[in-house]
């Protein structure tokens, strides 16, 4: 297998895991109104940027690369679910595995 595809599978492994399993009741929170949905899309987003730091880490240990491509998953999947809340693109049910 390629390692760029296997890499592509590995991470979207990783957002499945992040997306269902992973997610808690808690997290679940990025759907309440008010600022009451801060924390717990934060919570989420960063279960996502520790899984992708790392897969980044033991991919391709150098430890600023995987730093920043934590961040940039941080910040895309923040705005991504913050989005999709507002625009109404998934129910506001409990969708975890």
Partial sequence: MKPLFLLLVIYQLKHFLCDY???TQYM???FKGGDAW???LTAHAGVHAAGTLLIGLCAAPVFGVAILLALLDF???FTIDR???????YPQ???RF
Avoid at 83 to 89: P, Q, T
């Fill in 21 to 23: 399993p992973l997610q």
């Fill in 83 to 89: 989005i999709k809340v507002l625009k109404g693109s």
């Fill in 38 to 40: 801060k924390l717990p």
């Fill in 93 to 95: 049910t409990d969708r």
């Fill in 28 to 30: 679940l929170g990025k």
């Fill in 75 to 77: 910040a895309a999947h």
